[in-house]
């Protein structure tokens, strides 16, 4: 089982900084990617994610804002100019990576989120 808690949430004026963490405890058998995510008002969408490469892949609404940093039991989401759009609930996550296909699979491990609020 792995334990995800995150933190750094908060409410900002559009333009300003936050910066997320993620904290990873416990361990399970799988390689594994993480990333966040992020629950606004109509859907879910991946913010970014991290693969068993180190290779980052960001969202297209984010990159060039957002920047995230990883290291042994952590990770971090420093989000910069923020939107009021970027308002949501962001989720750290892990997922299994499948070498066979190259590629991240569902993510099975969720944290319990923190809210992000940006106003205009």
């Known amino acids: 089982q792995v334990n995800l808690v995150e933190s750094g949430g908060g409410s900002v004026q559009a333009g300003g900084s936050l910066r997320l963490s993620c904290v990873a405890s416990g361990r399970d058998n799988m390689n594994y990617c993480i990333g966040w995510l992020r629950q606004g008002p109509m859907d879910r969408d991946g913010v970014v994610v991290i693969d068993v490469d180190g290779n980052t892949i960001y969202s297209e609404s984010v990159k060039d804002r957002f920047n995230v940093y990883k290291d042994k039991n952590s990770m971090y989401l420093q989000m910069n100019r923020l939107k009021p759009e970027d308002t949501a609930m962001y989720y750290c996550?892990?997922?299994?990576?499948?070498?066979?296909?190259?590629?991240?699979?569902?993510?099975?491990?969720w944290g319990q989120g923190t809210q992000v609020t940006v106003s205009s």
């Open positions: 996550a892990v997922a299994p990576f499948s070498f066979y296909y190259h590629a991240c699979e569902e993510y099975r491990h």
